[in-house]
T-cell receptor, first 115, second 114 residues
C-alpha cells in the first residue's frame, strides 16, 4: 500500500540545471497536483491534472512543466533551476469519484536546494 | 482570490489542556474544508474533512467546526498530548470540479509540553 511516492527526497542543483521530480500513485486516482511549500507562504499550487493527458496551471507555474501520460505518474520538470525554486515540493492525489468528500493524499515531499 | 488565514501562527500549551486552532477564509463559496497535520520533514496527513453542508466533524479527540457564512473553521483538540505536537494546516476546496486544487493556510505550529 504505497500511496503517493515521490523521488528523490533530497536534491541539490546548480543554477541553470534541469531536473525532474517524480511522483507516482497506486490508488488509481484521477486528480493529481504539485505544490511547493515555503516558510511563511504555506503551500502553493504549481500544476494539476484531472486525468491522463490533461494538465493545467496553478498559482505559481512559471519555470515548471508537467505531463500526465498515465494515470499513475505525474512528473514535475524544472527547466532551468533558479535559487527562487529552492523549496519543498509535494505531490498529491485524490479520486474524482464518490460524493466529493475525498481527502487529498500527499507524498512525503522532495526537498530541493538550488545554489 | 481565496485567501486562507490561520491564527495563531504558533501555540505552546501544557499537556492535558484543551485547545482551539482557528482558520478563516475570504470567499465563503467553498465546497469543503480539510484539516491536515504535518510533522517536521514529513508530508501532510488529512485529519478531518467537512463538507460545506456540514457544521462539524469529529474523530477521536479532534473536532472540527465550520461556519461557512462567516468564513471560519476551528479545530478543537481535547486533552492534548505531546504526540499532538505538529503543524496543523487548513485548506479549502472551491468546488466539486476543483479536484485536488486546494488553497492552504500557513499553518499553526503546536507544541504540547509534557
Amino acid at each position: 500500500n504505497a500511496g503517493v511516492t515521490q523521488t528523490p527526497k533530497f536534491q541539490v542543483l546548480k543554477t541553470g540545471q534541469s531536473m525532474t521530480l517524480q511522483c507516482a500513485q497506486d490508488m488509481n486516482h484521477e486528480y493529481m497536483s504539485w505544490y511547493r511549500q515555503d516558510p511563511g507562504m504555506g503551500l502553493r499550487l504549481i500544476h494539476y491534472s484531472v486525468g491522463a493527458g490533461i494538465t493545467d496551471q496553478g498559482e505559481v507555474p512559471n519555470g515548471y512543466n508537467v505531463s500526465r501520460s498515465t494515470t499513475e505518474d505525474f512528473p514535475l520538470r524544472l527547466l532551468s533551476a533558479a535559487p527562487s525554486q529552492t523549496s519543498v515540493y509535494f505531490c498529491a492525489s485524490q479520486t474524482s469519484g464518490g460524493t466529493g468528500a475525498n481527502v487529498l493524499t500527499f507524498g512525503a515531499g522532495s526537498r530541493l536546494t538550488v545554489l | 482570490k481565496q485567501e486562507v488565514t490561520q491564527i495563531p501562527a504558533a501555540l505552546s500549551v501544557p499537556e492535558g489542556e484543551n485547545l482551539v486552532l482557528n482558520c478563516s477564509f475570504t470567499d465563503s463559496a467553498i465546497y469543503n474544508l480539510q484539516w491536515f497535520r504535518q510533522d517536521p520533514g514529513k508530508g501532510l496527513t488529512s485529519l478531518l474533512l467537512i463538507q460545506s453542508s456540514q457544521r462539524e466533524q469529529t474523530s477521536g479527540r479532534l473536532n472540527a467546526s465550520l461556519d461557512k457564512s462567516s468564513g471560519r473553521s476551528t479545530l478543537y483538540i481535547a486533552a492534548s498530548q505531546p504526540g499532538d505536537s505538529a503543524t496543523y494546516l487548513c485548506a479549502v476546496r472551491h468546488s466539486l470540479t476543483s479536484g485536488s486544487r486546494l488553497t492552504f493556510g500557513e499553518g499553526t505550529q503546536l507544541t504540547v509540553n509534557p
